[in-house]
């Protein structure tokens, strides 16, 4: 029975009968090559049960069998070698590529022995599974449609990659017989269905695509499922404030242990590298599927916090501003201005009057206000979500530290344990830990600068990321939060300059520093000497 594509109908043909080959019977094919592929990866999951495999060899054979899953699947989809072209098998590529790196941290946990044996063959299954998707985009591809708002299989549905679904394509021509575009059907497999793919079939049913156009700008968003409403921060500035602590510290020992949950560390102080780095995979992923903002875009956001949080930099600039237009906080002087210096700089910098129409990477946002919010906004549902699992609801506090360094104008005669107002960023880092509040209070440049280490007793719905959720450093126990907002905290260190006489006095004794000696004072000495 040799088929084959039919280039004017876009549909399967049977050479022998000349008819063309069903959808249910194409769809029938796709179910039936998961089984046998899924199949395998059970076999290689009970050989590594076994000690016939170790990890590596474990991993290897997976990654076989993903790639082969994802190439067959496109090739069904597109209507057969023949017609792939070098875009086709980029984009199989860059899919196969994303699972690789997922099943890094996939491998990693399978090797440290913390999934069950069932665990890691439903696992497994879940990425041969996720070959859907490359069958759904190269269908619509075959069919002339630019890229569509989601696909079957990606994961970005509630099912992940079990979705049974698929994408339903009709033509639409006009009277004269010319293609106008493309009626879109999301129809729901025969499986249990999710609220996100029943919601889909609802607002694509259909999705309609003009010829040359884009998907529409209101269709770029996977339809949100019925879920409990997250409180927004812009509905509690008149009733919540940051204070400083005044009770027995009963939060500090339960977040430390959150950060490190599912994890090997037993503490996130010395996280390992591995460690970090599947924290961050997890939050990447779970904002990716949340947006549907691909894992690189979400990552370089991510990275960019940890870069610079400010600055002279629009990239993080942007980021606060965002911030600030997202949940009606007021923008700082220091961001407002920060702005205006690279208006200015773009408009009176030699740089810019040798490249007309051109702009440096820190002089522009990452990405469009919209996508950027949109990102901020899932991550502060994310982390609220999983804080209200870990027993931190509405209305409870969360006691952080945090370490800046002021200049003494400004420090005036602030003193260990007073209490002082807050004024903040839009979004500001705050740490568990008061010794790393110390570290980035001892940053000290000038004589006249004084580190100040602040604690206090921070809302929940003021937090926006995590070192688990979002935004932020695990090594540093690091929590994301809305500044702007009314807040007291609590002086409880303060780390002042040091004479020249005290910096020689500690060199020569060869004594721990008990303060850091400001940056210009330490050139004088090593000048002098």
Known sequence: MPWQWDLNTDRYRDLDTGRFISAETIRGLVDERQRITGSGSDGLAELLRGGQLNTRDWETGMREAIKDEYIQQYLLGRGGLSQMTQADWGSIGGMVADQYRYLDGFAQEVAAGTLTEAQVAARARMYINSGREAYERASARAHGLP??????????????????????????????????????????????????????????????????????????????????????????????????????DTTTARIDDWFVRDLDSSKWKGASLQDRQIAKDEIIRELSKRTGTTY??????????????????????????????????????????????????????????????????????????????????????????????????????????????????????????????????????????????????????????????????????????????????????????LGGLEARARVIDIVLPVTEEEII?????????????????????????
Not at 232 to 242: H, K, N
Not at 350 to 358: A, E, Q, S, V
Not at 505 to 529: C, F, H, M, N, W
């Open 147 to 248: 890229e569509l708002p989601a696909y079957p299989g990606d994961g970005k549905t509630i099912c992940l990659t079990n979705c049974a679904c698929n994408w339903r394509i009709e033509e639409v021509y006009d009277d004269n017989g010319n293609l106008v575009g493309w009626n879109c059907y999301w129809e729901l497999g025969e499986a249990e269905h999710c609220p996100d793919c029943v919601a889909n079939s609802s607002r694509w049913n259909p999705l309609f695509i003009e010829v040359s156009e884009e998907v529409p700008e209101e269709d770029r968003e996977l339809a949100e499922p019925v879920a409990e409403p997250v409180k927004e921060p812009a509905e509690l500035v008149d009733v919540l404030e940051g204070k400083p602590p005044v009770d027995e």
């Open 505 to 529: 006095q500690q060199i020569e004794s060869e004594t721990q520093y008990v303060k850091l000696p400001p940056l210009d004072s330490l050139l004088a000495i090593i000048g002098a000497k």
């Open 296 to 481: 690189e875009d979400v990552d370089k956001l991510i990275r960019q916090w940890a870069f610079s949080s400010n600055d002279d930099d629009m990239r993080s600039l942007a980021i606060q501003r965002d911030v600030a237009e997202l949940f009606g906080i007021p923008m700082s002087e220091f961001t407002k201005d920060g702005i205006a210096r690279i208006e200015t700089a773009k408009e009176t910098s030699l740089w810019y009057r040798l490249h007309p129409g051109k702009v440096k990477p820190e002089h522009a946002p990452l990405m469009e206000s919209t996508e950027q919010q949109k990102l901020i906004k899932a991550m502060y549902d994310y982390t609220q979500e999983e804080l209200r699992a870990a027993g931190f609801g509405s209305g409870t506090t969360i006691r952080l530290r945090r370490g800046i360094v002021l200049d003494k104008s400004i420090v005036g005669d602030w003193r260990k344990g007073s209490i002082q107002e807050i004024i903040a960023n839009p979004l500001e880092s705050w740490s568990s830990s008061a010794s790393v509040a110390k570290r980035f209070a001892s940053g000290l440049e000038t004589d006249n600068d004084i580190g100040i280490v602040l604690e206090m007793d921070v809302p929940v719905e003021w937090l926006v990321g995590s070192a688990r959720t979002g935004f932020g450093c695990l090594d540093e126990g690091e929590f994301v939060i």
